[in-house]
């Protein structure tokens, strides 16, 4: 990984997912969103939620939301830490097998969860209706690999479709107050880990060794976007789109693309900058501004 002066990182950019310009890597957000939404309107379609939240939201409210994102952030800080401890005594190795451990648990929940949706709007609902949702995803798929970094495309490009099907998979199975608090909560986060805490030390330790992450690294061609970034722009998409509608999901979209423009400006200036906040704080006034419409236009979509 090239950490020292260009490049984005967040949550999880020990792990930079796609690298490239300015151009590409807007095509590749926008190709990863278009995944997640398309996995929310499966999910939307099905007709069934199942929700997975510490504690319910339905049960105690607002407080438990709060409660939720603490927990969540919390679990944040824990895995950052535990890179940092496993880079710092030199267990590159057992880092790499602990993730790629965990990617293929997380894999096959998340297939399996899509795929009962699916099984049902085709079985229930309308087959040919299912039928072309499941030809738009092929193709989104296919342009993820298609656009991604010739260098590392099947690498990136998995590291692509991964990071949309986590985001959609948390969109729909947290609650919408619970969704927006851990968004806030994270954004927060990532702006202290990136100046102070975990990140920056992650990208101590392995600027003067860019191979330390191995296969779960990708060499910094201009830009680099995290993971974390990808896999929590397509979870706002899809809390807006399930939630809220059309219209605020394209307010949505709008603004975490101009944030992540206004954040790779500032990346210039600054050579290292968290990914998460002003996308995220743009993102959800998008949603607030489209949900205000909607409420005054209640025949907007």
Do not use: C, H
């Amino acid at each position: 990984m090239n950490f020292p002066t260009l490049g984005e990182y967040s949550m999880a950019d020990e792990m930079p997912v796609i690298s490239g310009d300015r151009s590409t890597i807007l095509v590749n957000l926008l190709t990863s969103m278009i995944a997640a939404g398309l996995l929310g309107i499966i999910v939307f379609l099905s007709g069934f939620r199942l929700y997975a939240e510490p504690i319910p939201e339905s049960e105690f409210g607002f407080l438990a939301a709060v409660g939720n994102a603490i927990l969540f952030v919390i679990l944040a800080t824990v895995g950052a830490t535990l890179v940092v401890l496993l880079l710092k005594y030199g267990r590159e190795k057992f880092l790499r097998y602990l993730l790629l451990g965990a990617f293929g648990f997380i894999s096959i929940v998340v297939l399996l969860y899509f795929g009962f949706m699916y099984v049902i709007i085709f079985q229930f609902v309308d087959p040919v209706l299912a039928s072309l949702i499941l030809v738009a995803l092929i193709m989104t798929i296919a342009l993820a690999f298609f656009t991604v970094d010739a260098d590392n495309r099947m690498k990136n490009g998995g590291l692509l479709i991964f990071g949309a099907a986590i985001g959609a998979f948390l969109g729909v199975v947290l609650p919408v107050w619970t969704s927006v608090l851990l968004l806030i909560g994270l954004a927060i986060y990532d702006y202290y880990s990136v100046k102070r805490g975990p990140i920056r030390k992650i990208v101590e330790l392995t600027e003067d060794d860019p191979d330390k992450l191995g296969a779960l690294a990708v060499s910094s061609a201009e830009w680099d976007i995290g993971l974390g970034d990808v896999a929590f722009y397509g979870m706002m998409t899809v809390l807006a789109l399930v939630n809220f509608g059309l219209l605020p999901t394209i307010l949505a979209v709008v603004g975490i693309i101009s944030g992540f423009l206004m954040t790779l400006k500032l990346l210039e200036k600054r050579g290292l900058m968290p990914g998460l906040p002003i996308p995220v704080a743009l993102g959800l006034l998008g949603i607030t501004i489209g949900f205000l419409i909607r409420w005054v236009l209640p025949f907007i979509p």
